[in-house]
């Protein structure tokens, strides 16, 4: 197929909650947005509720721990628009949010890290050959706060109580995927940064965060459309840059 004019995103874990809103917003600012998910049927309703907008949305399943179906998924967008300019690493789990350092089992670790870290590691390696080929490309790594190092050891943070550690390293991990690539990156106009979306009303969430899945999107989004100037290799919450 013909290379289409409009620059193409790809966004994980776009069925629900902030991934839904990144890709929403995206496909509302002229990108054709691909949302990626590992529910088919779920991610077929998602994707028809932001068409029903006239949103230039599509769905791919996706399974970020399975790299053969990163690879596939990949090859597919490319084969059908041409192109693949923004990828935004959404997906995220966090299954061990009563588990201290002490206690967590290796098992638990490696399921964490292989959604929230290798995953994104994964889809960057196979997205970049195509966007090096185009000159231009923006990847997003959604992090957290709680991978901060600043965070962990700030008594007085407002996430102290929270344990996760398998959460907290896979996020600090990320954090070190996103500066690595940033370096290698440098002067092919390929920018890479980390956004803390904050804290939102999500299933991961809660229902008592104090931020909309929308208001979590804007930063984000803001960093997948960055102008060429822009920064790259950076960590940014509500668009400003924060400690690693």
């Avoid at 949302?35 to 907008?53: I, T, Y």
Wanted: hydrophobic share 40%.
């Amino acid at each position: 197929m013909k290379a289409k004019t409009a620059r193409v995103a790809l966004v994980t874990g776009a069925n629900r909650g902030i991934g839904f809103e990144v890709a929403g917003q995206l496909a509302s600012k002229n990108l054709t947005v691909i949302m990626g998910g590992r529910d088919r049927e779920k991610g077929l309703k998602a994707r028809n509720r932001l068409a029903a907008q006239g949103l230039d949305v599509h769905f791919s399943l996706l399974d970020v721990t399975d790299v053969t179906v990163i690879q596939s998924a990949v090859d597919r967008i490319v084969d059908t628009f041409g192109r693949l300019d923004v990828l935004v690493n959404n997906a995220g789990i966090m299954i061990d949010g009563r588990t201290g350092i002490l206690e967590i089992g290796l098992g638990l670790l490696r399921d964490t890290l292989e959604t929230n870290t290798f995953g994104p590691l994964r889809l960057s390696q196979a997205c970049i050959p195509v966007m090096r080929r185009a000159g231009y490309g923006r990847i997003v790594n959604l992090s957290s706060t709680m991978g901060s190092f600043h965070d962990i050891l700030d008594p007085d943070s407002s996430t102290t109580a929270v344990s996760a550690p398998a959460y907290r390293m896979s996020k600090t991990l990320l954090n070190a995927i996103t500066a690595l690539l940033a370096k290698e990156l440098q002067g092919t106009n390929i920018l890479v940064n980390s956004a803390c979306p904050g804290w939102a009303r999500t299933d991961l969430g809660g229902p008592r965060a104090p931020l909309s899945p929308a208001q979590a999107a804007d930063t984000p989004v803001w960093l997948a459309t960055l102008p060429d100037d822009g920064p790259t290799g950076g960590f940014f919450r509500e668009r400003r840059p924060i400690d690693w």
